[in-house]
């Protein structure tokens, strides 16, 4: 079974730019959840999409949005990227059942670098 | 969710056994506690998951005493690769979704 994919690994940017990120999750995982780690602040959910539909958010700015398509796979933009926005951003697939308790897969993950 | 406190770092030596407790006082009725682990620039990877008492899988043991504000996450004879940070999380149905992380314990093995 093919884990979660994040495309692309590596990503060097210039302020004020914008970035797309991809994931593919788990085949049959309903829920991709979008994370980004910093050494100051951790790892910080940032949103979650199910179904097509953004389920649960985060407390992050506007600049930071994503979709997800008709077969799980999710994107995230950011826009107008800032310094601060470098960091580690992680997806992780899960089946997305309310009703049940279950592990979250994560990628790799991709390493933004503004400059 | 409940919030959890666990230490920052710790030391072992390669062979022994090492045990990682997290405190979650206020944890919930239908909370469960999951420990996940990351190395360097990956994604976290899930270690093990339980509600109370003992449970163990080919990689851990996760101990949980009555009151469950505790827990504790025991890996056997560590080896240099187990160096890593280790996250403790507490949380009810429907959370793998949308995972509070704190601040972890960065665990060093040496030989």
């Known amino acids: 079974k093919a884990g979660v994919t994040q495309t692309p690994r590596y990503l060097i940017k210039t302020r004020g730019q914008q970035v797309t990120l991809s994931c593919s999750p788990i085949?049959?995982?309903?829920?991709v959840s979008w994370y980004q780690q910093t050494p100051g602040q951790g790892l910080q959910f940032l949103f979650e999409?199910?179904?097509?539909?953004?389920?649960n958010k985060g407390n992050f700015p506007g600049r930071f949005s994503g979709r997800q398509f008709s077969n799980s796979r999710s994107e995230m933009n950011v826009s107008t990227l800032e310094l601060g926005d470098s960091a580690l951003y992680l997806c992780?697939?899960?089946?997305?059942?309310?009703?049940?308790?279950?592990?979250?897969?994560f990628g790799q993950g991709t390493r933004l670098t503004v400059v | 969710l409940a919030k959890t406190t666990q230490p920052i770092s710790m030391d072992s030596y390669e062979g022994q056994e090492v045990n990682i407790t997290c405190s979650h006082n206020?944890?919930?009725?239908?909370?469960?506690i999951t420990w996940y682990q990351q190395f360097p620039s990956q994604g976290p990877r899930f270690i093990i998951q339980?509600?109370?008492t003992k449970v163990t899988n080919e990689v851990a043991s996760l101990f949980i005493p009555a009151d469950r504000k505790s827990s504790t996450l025991s890996l056997p004879r560590v080896s240099l690769s187990d160096t890593a940070v280790y996250y403790c999380?507490?949380?009810?149905?429907?959370?793998?979704?949308?995972?509070?992380f704190g601040t972890g314990t960065r665990l060093q093995v040496t030989l």
């Open positions: 992780a697939s899960s089946p997305g059942d309310r009703s049940r308790l279950t592990e979250a897969f």
């Open positions: 999380l507490v949380g009810g149905t429907g959370t793998a979704s949308k995972l509070t």
């Open positions: 999409y199910f179904s097509e539909t953004q389920r």
């Open positions: 206020n944890i919930a009725t239908n909370d469960y």
């Open positions: 085949s049959g995982h309903r829920s």
């Open positions: 339980g509600y109370k």
